[in-house]
């Protein structure tokens, strides 16, 4: 399969800006997503990425570098509320994704 | 109520028994997915559907079985459960329209114990 990596877990104070990274396999590439999932939650859509640069939504920001392979999730102006697991996901055709292992968020106060 | 419902929501089972997960959604999305999620191993594709009666294998379908004959619904069956099955399983859906991308939509998921 496609190998998507991701750190596992970080920790960040209320208020602040917190990266997540993402890798993954450029072979078939087409475009690559990030879901939100809150502890025993279903994942949420995210955000989209299909051309090289930042895309930029609220406080979530959402970059790709497609010679890289490579993706980052940037969470501006953390909230309590943002503690939760973001999974990177990248699409190789047929609307089939194959997801990281999520990276687990704990904003505190 | 429109969206994506998968029932039951928790079951207990017991090793050998056969175990049908179901998957239900209203927005006539072509494409359907059966994902399972363990600690260690985030979302993997067990199998999934790119319209009425085509079905494909995922990443770990041995133990599972599928079957599509509406739209709407995506039944999972595990034809002789076991211990290693246990596992939440989340079902997706996703248009296959002429957007930019297509998202996965997901259900809230079942949560099965193989005893």
């Known amino acids: 399969g496609q190998n998507i990596d991701q750190p596992t877990e970080m920790t960040a104070t209320e208020g602040a800006i917190v990266q997540i990274n993402c890798t993954y396999q450029?072979?078939?590439?087409?475009?690559l997503f990030w879901y939100q999932q809150h502890a025993g939650e279903a994942p949420t859509f995210l955000s989209y990425?299909?051309?090289?640069g930042l895309e930029e939504k609220g406080r979530f920001s959402s970059f790709l570098s497609r010679s890289k392979g490579y993706s980052y999730l940037l969470l501006k102006e953390l909230q309590m509320k943002d503690s939760a697991s973001y999974l990177c996901?990248?699409?190789?055709?047929?609307?089939?994704?194959?997801f990281g292992k999520g990276n687990q968020v704990v904003v505190i106060p | 109520d429109a969206g994506i419902t998968q029932s039951p929501r928790y079951k207990i089972t017991e090793t050998g028994r056969q175990v049908t997960l179901m998957c239900h959604q209203t927005?006539?999305?072509?494409?359907m997915f059966w994902y399972r999620q363990d600690l260690g191993h985030g979302l993997r594709l067990i199998y999934y559907?790119?319209?009425?009666?085509?079905?494909d294998k995922g990443e770990v379908p041995d133990g599972y079985v599928v079957s599509r004959s509406k739209t709407e619904n995506f039944p999972l069956t595990l034809e002789s459960a076991t211990r290693s099955q246990t596992s939440v399983y989340f079902c997706?859906?996703?248009?296959?329209?002429?957007?930019?991308?297509?998202?996965?939509?997901f259900g809230p998921g079942t949560r099965l114990t193989v005893l």
């Open positions: 997706a859906s996703s248009g296959a329209g002429r957007r930019t991308y297509n998202e996965q939509f």
């Open positions: 450029t072979s078939g590439f087409n475009g």
């Open positions: 990425n299909v051309l090289d």
């Open positions: 996901a990248g699409s190789y055709g047929n609307n089939r994704l194959a």
């Open positions: 927005w006539s999305h072509s494409y």
């Open positions: 559907s790119a319209a009425a009666d085509i079905t």
